[in-house]
Every structure is written in structure tokens, then in C-alpha cells.
Nanobody
């Protein structure tokens, strides 16, 4: 069974920082691209940041210069460091990973989500 488990969400004041983590678990897996998306109430889910196995990164324009995505391939963990947070960053943040399962192939997995709330 493959799982993505997120942690690190919470309540923070505008201008503050939070660090999200997402750990992938499962037997005989290889984690390829990883990323974070978010969904605010009434809005569609939007891609925030992605990182390849080789550490190439991509960011949404709305978070460039404020958020940093990184990963630890040995531990199968992806991080999202969020600085200079704004109230409009309030959303449920979801971890996503493309994972190769031995024999069965490449699949797309999502975490359960973690709430980030930024107060003004």
C-alpha cells in the first residue's frame, strides 16, 4: 500500500512562515516527480510547486520568491518552505507524487491534505 502523509500545516500570522512535509511510504517503490497543490474554499485546486527526482523545480507565479520546494530522495520526503505568508495563501495543501510500483507501473498519488490558515 502506497501512502503520502502530510504534516506541518497550521495557523500563522501574515508575514510568518510554515514548513510542510510529505512522506511517501510503501514497499518496492520509486518516487519520481513530487509537488504541492492547494485548494481554497470555492476555488479550484491549483498547482503551487513541483520538483523532479533530479531537483528541477517549478513554481506558480503567486508563490515565486516566497515558497521553496525541496526533497530528500533517500527518505522519500518532499518539503514546502513557505515564507512571507499572505492571507490569500490560506488553503488546504495537498502533496502529490508520481510513484513507480514494482511490476505494476507508474501511478499518481495524493495526500490527504493539510490546512494552512494565514491571519491578517
Amino acid at each position: 500500500q502506497v501512502q503520502l502523509v502530510e504534516s506541518g500545516g497550521g495557523l500563522v500570522q501574515a508575514g510568518g512562515s510554515l514548513r510542510l512535509s510529505c512522506a511517501a511510504s510503501g514497499s518496492r517503490i520509486t518516487v519520481k516527480d513530487m509537488g504541492w497543490s492547494r485548494q481554497a474554499p470555492g476555488n479550484q485546486r491549483e498547482l503551487v510547486a513541483t520538483i523532479t527526482f533530479g531537483n528541477m523545480t517549478n513554481y506558480a507565479d503567486s508563490v515565486k520568491g516566497r515558497f521553496t520546494i525541496s526533497r530528500d530522495n533517500a527518505k522519500k520526503i518532499v518539503y514546502l518552505e513557505m515564507d512571507s505568508l499572505k492571507p490569500e495563501d490560506t488553503a488546504v495543501y495537498y502533496c502529490n507524487a508520481k510513484i513507480v510500483r514494482w511490476i505494476t507501473g507508474l501511478f499518481d498519488y495524493w495526500g490527504q491534505g493539510t490546512q494552512v490558515t494565514v491571519s491578517s
